[in-house]
């Protein structure tokens, strides 16, 4: 599954989710993935958000209100970033236009036809998350709301990493790296040594006692630079107080990148995916990786 459901679900069946999830069932569709997308939702059962929009919804009936706050957390999946990102500013934009952009971006999924995405188009209209034209056939992304989050800009639940915005994309990675402490291990199977710049900017020594780096054993990964760049990269954190160590896999089974310390464990893009053209994001797990296997069974890198 991926966030392509979009399409082929509609706000009533997600706010009846959040209703089952309430007591203990599982619904059906895949609405329970879009539901933990949004950070409404983990290991089954309703976070603090989904609480909060279960109580509006179904405890107070304030239909509107909740498909309003609805909306605002949807505007996180990418096929919504992505005509977000892409479209604001433009004014009005053929809806077919819109179609082309979510395909070349491959957020279209199963859409295979104007026919197929105007039904969606209609409800995040009625959500207020865009405005569709069923007159003229056009999508508009308005003007920012200060007290609505932009996609990909909820705190505490995801970020989107877009070409659209550049330095945001460092600012988010940044913020991510300030709020870590204990032991912070980043797991990428081509770890470059430009994390080691944003590594060496944000990470709070006050709060972190270890970094450890893991990656694959490419030969265009273990390189005579990149081993220079750590060895002054940890004589710095020593002299803070902090120990670091990079290793590399050589039996690795897993194609993800991990950010994670003693409190919380994200998935991240490679820091590469920062300064190119394409989206990628950042979102906290559903659950960690066996990262102390993989580290036990590593080897000091030369």
């Known amino acids: 599954m991926n966030d392509d459901e979009i399409f082929v679900t509609n706000p009533e069946q997600l706010l009846e989710a959040i209703r089952l999830f309430s007591l203990n069932e599982s619904p059906k569709d895949h609405s329970g993935y879009l539901l933990q997308r949004c950070g409404l939702v983990l290991d089954g059962q309703l976070t603090a958000a989904g609480e909060s929009l279960f109580k509006l919804r179904h405890v107070l009936r304030q239909n509107g209100e909740a498909e309003l706050a609805l909306g605002r957390l949807l505007r996180q999946l990418t096929p919504i970033q992505v005509i977000e990102q892409e479209t604001r500013g433009l004014g009005a934009v053929p809806e077919e236009g819109v179609l082309d952009l979510l395909r070349k971006h491959r957020a279209a999924g199963r859409i295979t036809s104007i026919s197929d995405l105007r039904p969606t188009l209609i409800w995040l209209n009625k959500l207020q998350v865009l405005t ?3 007159k003229f ?4 992304i308005e003007g920012s709301d200060e007290k609505s989050p932009n996609a990909g800009e909820v705190k505490n639940m995801a970020a989107m990493i877009s070409p659209q915005t550049p330095f945001l994309n460092v600012v988010r990675l940044r913020r991510l790296l300030r709020s870590l402490g204990g032991t912070v291990i980043w797991a990428d199977p081509h770890f470059g040594a430009r994390a080691l710049e944003e590594l060496a900017e944000e990470t709070d020594t006050a709060r972190v006692k270890e970094i450890r780096i893991l990656s694959g054993n490419d030969t265009n990964v273990l390189t005579e630079r990149s081993r220079k760049d750590f060895d002054r990269f940890s004589s710095e954190m020593a002299l803070k107080g902090v120990q670091s160590e990079w290793r590399y896999d050589s039996l690795r089974d897993w194609h993800d990148r991990w950010l994670i310390s003693d409190a919380q464990v994200w998935n991240v893009p490679p820091v590469n995916t920062l300064f190119k053209n394409d989206y ?13 296997l993989w580290w036990d069974r590593s080897t000091p890198r030369p």
Not at 280 to 292: F, G, H, K, N
């Open 137 to 140: 056939k056009t999508v508009r």
């Open 132 to 134: 569709y034209s069923k």
């Open 280 to 292: 990628s994001e950042i979102l906290p797990a559903s659950q960690p990786p066996p990262i102390r």
